[in-house]
């Protein structure tokens, strides 16, 4: 997804999982939620008057956090997959190195944040075509570092990552436009294995994910309110 779909999946970001292994009786969840800096504070994203700062926020490199999927989704395959890591990579890697026809979702998300690609060069270069334009149903989509990166992570795992080259590019992005993660925060990224919400609904085991994620505790919450109407 990091590849073919990178409006939703990337290796930039963090997320949750929530796993159910047959031959085990409990279920296992992942905290792999980007962590803030140690150089985060309270009031960074406050302007001189004292109120929040919406494009500081959202759109700002101090908006950035250490990034958890490339561990999260590594500590899930090594604990409990069945596979060799370069065997899972390899296809992302094809299709990042030789490229694949955008579909029409793509096409459409592409030209639809083109206006917000433009305020940084090297964004616009990578997800436009070389005149600026956007990519068109069809054509076909190359992300050359892409598969560097994910290349590095095959060969080394999470050190392939959180060190080395890739850790140093991050770095020397954040330094140059006022961010805040360093090698440090790269190198003592951890993600979080928590027990799982569980709750039951007419006959039914539910399983969902556990705080920091709001969505497990809402699911149950209105399940359970929902068992008081005869919803036929």
Do not use: C, W
Not at 16 to 30: G, Q, S, W
Not at 46 to 68: K, Q, Y
Not at 101 to 124: C, I, M, Q
Not at 172 to 200: S, W
């Amino acid at each position: 997804l990091a590849v073919t779909h990178p409006q939703a999946g990337n290796i930039g970001g963090g997320g949750f999982m929530v796993i159910k292994l047959a031959d085990r009786n409990e279920a296992i969840t992942i905290d792999y939620r980007e962590m803030a800096p140690s150089g985060a504070s309270r009031d960074m994203f406050l302007n001189e008057a004292g109120e929040v700062d919406n494009m500081r926020a959202r759109f700002s490199h101090l908006s950035t956090g250490v990034p958890g999927s490339v561990m999260g989704l590594l500590t899930a395959l090594e604990k409990y997959g069945s596979m060799p890591r370069k065997e899972v990579m390899a296809p992302a890697i094809h299709l990042a190195e030789k490229g694949f026809p955008v579909s029409g979702a793509l096409a459409d998300a592409l030209n639809e944040y083109n206006s917000r690609f433009k305020r940084d060069p090297s964004t616009l270069a990578y997800f436009a075509k070389a005149d600026g334009s956007s990519y068109t149903r069809g054509e076909i989509f190359v992300q050359k570092d892409l598969a560097k990166t994910l290349k590095a992570i095959a060969k080394d795992g999470a050190a392939g990552f959180y060190e080395g080259v890739v850790a140093d590019l991050i770095v020397a992005e954040m330094e140059k436009n006022g961010g805040l993660i360093t090698r440090e925060d790269l190198k003592n990224y951890r993600v979080v294995e928590r027990p799982a919400v569980t709750g039951e609904f007419r006959g039914y085991e539910v399983i969902s994910m556990p705080p920091p994620s709001s969505g497990g505790v809402h699911l149950i919450e209105m399940l359970n309110v929902l068992k008081g109407y005869d919803l036929a």
